[in-house]
């Protein structure tokens, strides 16, 4: 199982930045993805999903800030993060949905700055 997170960093408020996952083609092929995290203290949440035929859903948290893509020729998932935020400070996983993989990876961590 491949589900590996990248593209996290230290940004400023008002700040963006975009989050790559590369994920095993037997997992990306047949599965919804989503972007889900983790901030210190607090329980994992998901923010957005892609199913297979690119429909997506965010929670009310990052809408209309965050976008979720993913390209199927690749392998890969996307999370454009813009307008980012303090409270979105967290480490960024991605898995499948509904039903995520026991192996989440190290994920990718991202800090924003006040």
């Known amino acids: 199982v491949q589900l590996q997170a990248s593209g996290g960093g230290l940004v400023q408020a008002g700040g963006s930045l975009r989050l790559s996952c590369t994920v095993s083609?037997?997992?990306?092929?047949?599965?919804?993805m989503g972007w889900y995290r983790q901030a210190p203290g607090k329980q994992r949440e998901l923010v957005a999903t892609v199913t297979t035929a690119g429909n997506t859903n965010y929670a009310d948290s990052v809408k209309g800030r965050f976008t979720i893509s993913r390209d199927n020729a690749k392998n890969t998932v996307y999370l454009q993060m813009n307008s980012l935020k303090p409270e979105d400070t967290a480490v960024y996983y991605c898995?499948?949905?509904?039903?995520?993989?026991?192996?989440w990876g190290q994920g990718t961590l991202v800090t924003v700055s006040s």
């Open positions: 898995n499948c949905v509904p039903s995520p993989y026991d192996s």
């Open positions: 083609e037997t997992i990306f092929s047949f599965n919804a």
